[in-house]
């Protein structure tokens, strides 16, 4: 890894990873706006699905319920959450596979996908780092597979604007903050690119987006 390649785990520090599904069900609320992600994907049947940066599988698992005739797997570069991920799953009696993997180095062919999901995720990376992911994931969506992101945006009322103030000073998050993530998009070759929904969280605005990868089999993702 370069040096700026450094894993930040989902909390920021391991010793926190137990505490992210909590943080994340009881602070964001988080199943009200992945299961918006999940709905606007509009998967079909038998088509191959990745959720990049899986943390603990709780939006893989609500993929694969969703689209039971999916092929769903998760993705993350952190061991100890792909375990808690496993056991979820296992837990369930839900089938899916989950891989180590970092982001901006996908270990997956060219064309693999004909969606990938991600949720809270990006704004972990640097702004060099973004981009070398967003061409990551261009490079395995098929042609007329589309990207959906749910990530902190650019903020949308003067509370998410006070907080921006703040986390604006991480490099990490400032590219998200700054509206940026339309224009990394579009620089990696997606087209179609919208911001469809936002929501306001006490760590600022949430924003979904959708982004599409020119080609057959699709014209425009739903």
């Not at 797997?73 to 989950?98: N, S």
């Not at 509370?159 to 990394?184: C, D, H, K, T």
Request: aromatic share 10%; glycine share 8%; with cysteine.
């Amino acid at each position: 890894m370069q040096r700026n390649d450094h894993y930040i785990p989902a909390l920021g520090l391991d010793i926190l990873t137990p505490l992210y599904d909590p943080v994340l069900h009881w602070v964001f609320q988080e199943t009200r706006f992945k299961q918006q992600l999940v709905n606007q994907a509009n998967i079909q049947p038998k088509q191959r699905v990745l959720d990049l940066g899986c943390g603990t599988g709780t939006l893989t698992l609500m993929i694969k319920q969703a689209y039971p005739d999916a092929d769903v797997m998760g993705l993350d570069g952190d061991f100890t959450v792909l375990t808690l991920a496993r056991a979820k799953a296992e837990k369930v009696g839900v089938p899916l596979t989950f891989n180590a993997g970092m982001a901006f180095q996908l270990p997956y062919p060219d064309q693999t996908f004909d969606r990938v999901l991600t949720s809270l995720v990006l704004h972990h990376l640097t702004t060099d780092n973004k981009q070398r992911t967003i061409h990551e994931v261009y490079r395995v969506l098929q042609p007329g597979g589309a990207l959906y992101v749910l990530d902190f945006g650019k903020p949308h009322t003067l509370l998410a604007y006070l907080i921006s103030l703040v986390v604006r000073n991480f490099e990490q998050v400032a590219a998200n903050i700054q509206g940026l993530l339309p224009i990394l998009l579009g620089k990696a070759g997606f087209t179609f690119i919208e911001e469809t929904a936002h929501f306001m969280t006490i760590a600022g605005t949430l924003t979904l987006y959708k982004a599409q990868k020119p080609g057959y089999p699709e014209r425009k993702a739903c």
